[in-house]
């Protein structure tokens, strides 16, 4: 069966530091997606990043970047320099890959609630 | 571009009434999803929509909740009978493929 945990519930931290969320999964599927969402305080979630199984690059985008690592089945997600609008409730989520009629179906973890104090 | 839209945004309803909420995709994404989220859980996967077909349930799905897609574009998904565990953000989400777009959400709130 496929599983997403987040052990992190909250994490609060001060404007300027750096701050990692982590991200440990399960999956039988050799072939899958690793994702991370953000849902800010009006709901919406919002899609940050997609990682294929095949691709284990670490990714840098501004002020983020993730560190994916099969051989511990994490994606760990780093936000440097935090600003108050980093404030959100942040998702990891996987799903298999869409070969042969795969629903491609989004299994989240229980989301970390970051908090950055000005 | 205009994203994934959902209405209503909010719903109060009475305990055995019965609600619908809609969910536009954006144009093109043949694949509709629609997840379930309770205070303070993950979005759980409900249904899924290739076009106009239906190809999975959760087993969450229970026979008082029913969903289509006619002509495969907008969604609809209707709970009968609602109860105080129905209370949730129901989430619509659409994709050409990979990447799952959401929507605003629509937050129920049974009495």
């Known amino acids: 069966a496929q599983k997403v945990t987040q052990a992190q519930t909250e994490i609060s931290v001060v404007e300027k530091e750096d701050v990692t969320l982590d991200c440990v999964y399960e999956?039988?599927?050799?072939?899958?997606?690793l994702f991370w969402y953000k849902q800010p305080p009006s709901g919406e979630l919002v899609f940050l990043i997609r990682?294929?199984?095949?691709?284990?690059q670490n990714e840098i985008s501004g002020r983020y970047s993730w560190n994916f690592q099969k051989s511990t089945s994490s994606f760990n997600f780093t936000i440097t320099a935090s600003q108050v609008v980093d404030s959100a409730v942040y998702f990891c989520?996987?799903?298999?890959?869409?070969?042969?009629?795969?629903?491609?179906?989004?299994?989240f973890g229980t989301g970390t609630l970051l908090a950055v104090q000005p | 571009d205009t994203g994934v839209s959902q209405n209503p945004r909010h719903k109060i309803t009475k305990r055995g009434q019965n609600v619908t909420f809609r969910c536009d995709p954006i144009?093109?994404?043949?694949?509709l999803y629609w997840y379930r989220q309770t205070l303070g859980q993950g979005p759980e996967f409900l249904t899924y929509?290739?076009?106009?077909?239906?190809?999975?349930k959760s087993r969450l799905l229970s026979d008082r909740f029913s969903a289509e897609r006619p002509k495969g574009s907008f969604s609809t998904l209707e709970i009968q009978r609602t109860e105080q565990g129905d209370s949730a953000m129901y989430l619509c989400a659409s994709t050409p493929y990979e990447t799952q777009y959401f929507g605003p959400g629509t937050r129920l709130l049974v009495l």
């Open positions: 989520a996987l799903s298999e890959a869409g070969y042969g009629g795969a629903t491609n179906k989004l299994i």
């Open positions: 144009s093109e994404h043949n694949r």
């Open positions: 999956t039988r599927d050799t072939t899958y997606y």
């Open positions: 990682r294929n199984s095949f691709d284990e």
């Open positions: 929509f290739q076009n106009e077909a239906q190809l999975e």
